[in-house]
């Protein structure tokens, strides 16, 4: 998923969760706040799923600053049917997200 997929996923949540938008320094911070938790919950599921002989060449990768396209390459031959995992983290934080009260 790329960072405006990932943008947009995250305008919607707050559209949907109903804050007030009138409050930009505010509705940054949500961001910034869900944009680091969905961050989170994709890479433990990458971890969780990577083959164990492939995690000390995944955080070399991070070691070394990988960029993001290196990244996902390595991810995408490494884990397979990716696109459905990110997709199947993405609607589970949204249930859980949308559940909770404010």
Do not use: H, W
């Amino acid at each position: 998923m790329n960072a405006t997929n990932l943008e947009n996923f995250i305008d919607q949540l707050i559209a949907e969760k109903g804050f007030d938008t009138s409050k930009p320094e505010y509705i940054k911070r949500i961001k910034d706040e869900l944009y680091d938790l969905i961050e989170d919950a994709i890479n433990s599921e990458v971890i969780k799923r990577l083959p164990e002989d492939k995690l000390d060449e995944f955080e070399n990768l991070f070691e070394t600053n990988a960029t993001d396209e290196e990244l996902v390459k390595f991810i995408s031959q490494n884990i397979a049917n990716i696109d459905q995992i990110i997709s199947d983290v993405l609607i589970n934080f949204r249930t859980i997200y949308l559940s909770n009260s404010i």
